[in-house]
């Protein structure tokens, strides 16, 4: 079953000197979440809360992320906010905080930290690791479109793992 189209492709190499980057992110912030993401909401990498996100849940959350910068983006428009894209969009929950930012036209960098940890500590680190990323993304291969498949049983494990089923 063809599920998705793909235009680039990241190389071992430079998967792990991203996930490198997101550890350190998290040593440094003392966040407890790092997720790259690209603008279609397809998981690049991710790091932190294994405890609570396997790599099914990972994927769901990218989505997640993908999508609300691109509704936080649309909403500038109709507000008639100049400029291009929020620099950074952010969500405060009881026991959580999320910040998502764009790294370049393709792909957005999420971070989840405790409230406990200090707000501009995580954001101090967080613009650190949006300009690393920035600067390690321009290794990425961008190729001609194709497409990811995806077997009935595959789609099926997925959707029973996300909805408990």
Do not use: H, W
Request: net charge positive; charged share 40%; with cysteine.
């Amino acid at each position: 079953m063809d599920i998705d189209v793909v235009r680039y492709e990241i190389p071992n190499e430079l998967r792990e000197e991203i996930l490198k980057l997101g550890r350190e992110f998290l040593s440094k912030s003392e966040a407890k979440l790092f997720l790259l993401t690209d603008d279609g909401g397809r998981l690049v990498a991710f790091e932190g809360m294994k405890d609570l996100l396997n790599e099914t849940k990972a994927e769901l959350l990218a989505s997640i992320v993908s999508g609300t910068y691109s509704a936080f983006t649309e909403m500038g428009k109709v507000l008639k906010d100049e400029g291009d894209r929020p620099e950074v969009v952010s969500y405060e929950g009881k026991r959580k905080i999320v910040l998502i930012a764009q790294v370049d036209e393709k792909f957005l960098v999420c971070a989840v930290a405790p409230k406990e940890v200090a707000l501009g500590r995580v954001r101090l680190y967080f613009k650190e690791l949006k300009e690393l990323l920035k600067r390690s993304l321009k290794k990425v291969k961008f190729v001609k479109p194709k497409m990811v498949k995806i077997s009935e049983r595959d789609l099926e494990k997925k959707l029973e793992d996300l909805f408990n089923l």
